[in-house]
């Protein structure tokens, strides 16, 4: 029912940035978590940055300051912004949806993210 498809990879340099985006399809109850997680290779999945219903966020020590989660005003989508970009951010990063009311969770394909000179 529920399908998250992302976009925006790709490779940038070093101090560069790139927005990702995800856009949600499907029934997707208004009291949820979105959120982005990567996997660096050769190390397991890790979070990235959430952003709630209610407005909070939460991004991980690595990315504060660096990165931006935001949502889209009128579709169940949801963006980063990655500035700053370091080659330790190279990954295949995923979105992620979270329901409240109902505890369902939802992920997408992944979308790679390489940073190199």
């Known amino acids: 029912q529920v399908q998250l498809v992302e976009s925006g990879g790709g490779l940038v340099q070093p101090g560069e940035s790139l927005r990702l985006s995800c856009a949600a399809s499907g029934s997707i109850f208004s009291l949820n978590v979105m959120g982005w997680y990567r996997q660096i290779p050769g190390k397991q999945r890790e979070l990235v940055a959430t952003?709630?219903?209610?407005?909070?966020?939460n991004y991980a020590d690595s990315v504060k300051g660096r990165f931006t989660i935001s949502r889209g005003n009128t579709k169940n989508t949801v963006y980063l912004q990655m500035n700053s970009l370091k080659p330790d951010d190279t990954a295949v990063y995923y979105c992620?949806?979270?329901?409240?009311?109902?505890?369902?969770?939802?992920w997408g394909k992944g979308t790679l993210v390489t940073v190199s000179s």
């Open positions: 992620n949806v979270r329901t409240i009311s109902n505890a369902m969770n939802y």
């Open positions: 952003s709630t219903s209610g407005g909070s966020t």
